[in-house]
């Protein structure tokens, strides 16, 4: 009868278990707000051209899908972005534009505990430009009358997560050209970070 007992209570302990992990593995959706800075440069393939990095901002709002340590994320950001050249001139011409950017990424929670996560993160990029401005030069100017409105990138970083907050340290770059004249890609450093409203 104890043996009986004792093996019904294992078998239990192990359903119970059993469904506990199952109803950790159900996927949870969060919502949430983020914003921050990025440092930009462009390539060119002009060598009269040599592209720096300027500072600009994004922000916007993010959601995330969490399934165990797997997560799928998704943002829609206004993106200001601010870059400038090198010329053998000596000039310094400027450029800048406006974009909403959709990244959707898949990560990892390399730590993933209750209240913090360390995570790895890469996925794909699109951006629509609904503004760009040159300053100072005029050859500039004229490469950038073919700016492509619509541009696809990668993007990869680290995030980590304390209980609501997140904060994200990635990497982006075109896979597209921004410019034809130029065949100038974007490359991006950015710091987000967000609050998840639930």
């Known amino acids: 009868m104890k043996q009986q007992i004792l093996g019904l209570s294992s078998f239990l302990l192990c359903i119970t278990c059993s469904v506990e992990t199952k109803a950790q593995q159900v996927p949870a959706f969060h919502i949430g707000i983020k914003g921050g800075a990025n440092f930009t440069k462009t390539s060119a393939e002009s060598s ?8 600009g901002y994004h922000g916007g709002i993010m959601t995330r899908i969490d399934i165990g340590s797997l997560y799928v994320q998704g943002e829609a950001l206004f993106n200001k972005r601010k870059t400038s050249y090198a010329s053998k001139e000596g000039s310094s011409p400027k450029l800048t534009w406006s974009s909403v950017d959709i990244p959707i990424v898949i990560g990892y929670k390399l730590v993933n ?3 913090f996560n360390l ?10 430009t609904f503004k760009n ?8 100017r004229e490469g950038f009358k073919k700016f492509d409105k619509s541009n696809i990138g990668v993007t990869g970083g ?16 075109g896979l597209s050209s921004i410019s034809k004249e130029f065949k100038s890609k974007p ?3 950015s710091l987000g970070i967000g609050y998840f409203l639930f």
């Open 48 to 55: 009269a051209l040599e592209g720096k990095y300027g500072l």
């Open 133 to 140: 401005n040159v300053s100072t030069s005029q050859a500039l």
């Open 113 to 115: 505990m209750k209240d």
């Open 119 to 128: 995570r790895v993160f890469a996925g794909g990029v699109y951006s629509y």
């Open 187 to 189: 490359h991006t450093f």
């Open 158 to 173: 680290i995030g980590v997560d304390y209980k609501n907050f997140t904060a994200d340290l990635r990497y982006e770059t």
